[in-house]
């Protein structure tokens, strides 16, 4: 009988051994180097709307990690393990609208932007440097044509 020590060697020993053959038949060039490959770098996003993103994606992957537990959880309940599911499928669409909004702003307005929609609230950061009010006027517009019932729609300039 095959006890739960014994899968795990074999999956190390597998692991390690699929590692080994492709470090083994990998291009010499790549071994010179390290593996380093230069990052690119986007230049047409600041670092504010990076940082936000990054703050974002921070706390989208604590609250799913938090809702993970429950739901990897024995003790937990069959109610509480289907809330759980729904507010982790309830963050993949938010992330979606986030993404789509982002997109048509990019798009529309041929725009970096990050949004964040929290309940009834989008928060919009665009960069430019400059602060137009008639181009936020018609930014929270189009966000708005997506959605039936009114949204608070906020929209900031960062340089």
């Known amino acids: 009988m095959i006890n739960k020590r014994s899968v795990w060697f074999l999956t190390l020993f597998s692991l390690i051994l699929v590692l080994s053959v492709y470090y083994i038949t990998m291009p010499n060039e790549l071994v010179l180097n390290n593996g380093y490959i230069e990052p690119t770098i986007d230049v047409n996003e600041t670092t504010a709307l990076v ?25 937990a309940s069959a109610e509480d393990k289907n809330k759980a ?23 529309k307005f041929n725009l970096e932007a990050f949004v964040r929609i929290k309940d009834d609230q989008i928060e919009v950061v665009v960069k430019q440097k400059e602060k137009d009010s008639s181009l936020a006027n018609k930014i929270m517009r189009s966000i708005q044509e997506e959605y039936d019932i009114d949204k608070y729609i906020t929209v900031k300039f960062t340089a």
């Not at 994606?57 to 609250?63: H, R, V």
């Not at 982790?88 to 990019?106: D, S, Y």
């Open 51 to 75: 940082a936000l993103r990054i703050e974002a994606e921070e706390e989208m992957m604590k609250e799913l990690d938090n809702l993970k537990l429950i739901l990897t959880d024995d003790n």
């Open 85 to 107: 599911f729904e507010q982790m499928k309830n963050i993949n669409i938010k992330r979606g609208e986030e993404e789509k909004l982002e997109q048509k702003i990019k798009t």
